[in-house]
């Protein structure tokens, strides 16, 4: 672990290779599947494809299989894969991904706590990036201002089912970056897309630009002031899956749990109850 804590201190990032075991990914592709599957039933969503059921396919032979369900709920409506990210960041395969005693445990480490101490999980999902879509794509940034203020956290990034690489859009990192502190930045609001906190191009060019392609079991760790981004995934037909996230050390003294929101996409308990009594 020392290895990994110099190197860390040194670049800002460091990659973990057996992080995330094979028969969790497998679990993972049976996650979506299921969750596709049953999305386009309760749609009465239409292909142009007849659908494998779901203890007819296996992982990773038909990952492609998946690609093809989850494209064409997108191209349908993007607000049915929101409502799938939201089921999967609440189920128990995604709870036990990221509840994996490995992940606890070098996440505390590069934080510098104890084996005890608690960390906090904020915004860990599984991106779903398709084919030529830069809606979701960032420029370079730090994590610094995309969760809540003034707190001590680590970044996680880590290939899910697939590998990523430089035609999928594979993590990129400014080596080293984290030592620039909060950089000069721009906040930007842009229709259609999500905000974009961007660093100052002429501070990203003091920085090595390293694409980082990774195989799926390893695990990225970085400095939430190391600046980063996403490439373009420029695949004909494959999905870029990738976990992303953050552990807070909830000793540090200005760390206060964001209170939960929840809201129905149905009907409201109110309207729920005056319907039923």
């Not at 369900?69 to 189920?91: A, F, Q, R, V, W």
């Not at 880590?158 to 909060?182: F, H, Q, W």
Request: net charge positive; aromatic share 12%; glycine share 4%.
């Amino acid at each position: 672990m020392k290895i990994m804590k110099n190197h860390f201190k040194e670049k800002g990032y460091v990659i973990a290779s057996d992080g995330i075991k094979h028969n969790i990914h497998a679990e993972i592709f049976f996650m979506f599947y299921d969750l596709a599957i049953s999305c386009i039933a309760r749609n009465n969503i239409k292909t142009n494809f007849s659908i494998k059921k779901i203890d007819e396919v296996n992982y990773p032979k038909d990952l492609k299989e998946l690609d093809k369900l989850l494209l064409t709920i997108l191209h349908l409506d993007n607000k049915l894969i929101g409502e799938l990210y939201d089921t999967i960041s609440y189920s128990s395969t995604f709870l036990k991904l990221i509840s994996d005693s490995f992940m606890e445990d070098k996440a505390r480490e590069l934080l510098d706590l104890k084996k005890n101490n608690t960390i906090y999980s904020w915004t860990h999902r599984i991106r779903i990036d398709p084919p030529r879509d830069n809606r979701r794509t960032y420029a370079w940034h730090q994590e610094i201002f995309y969760t809540f203020p003034d707190t001590k956290f680590i970044q996680t990034w880590a290939p899910i089912m697939r590998d990523t690489t430089l035609e999928n859009g594979t993590i990129e990192i400014c080596v080293g970056s984290y030592k620039e502190g909060i950089a000069k930045q721009t906040w930007n609001d842009i229709d259609g897309r999500a905000t974009q906190i961007i660093v100052d191009e002429k501070i990203v060019k003091k920085y090595e630009q390293k694409p980082m392609p990774m195989k799926t079991g390893e695990v990225m760790f970085f400095d939430p002031h190391t600046f980063h981004k996403s490439g373009q995934n420029s695949t004909k037909d494959e999905i870029r899956f990738s976990l992303v996230g953050m552990w807070n050390d909830t000793t540090h003294k200005n760390f206060r749990a964001p209170k939960p929101k929840f809201n129905s996409r149905t009907i409201s308990a109110k309207e729920n109850f005056n319907k039923k009594i």
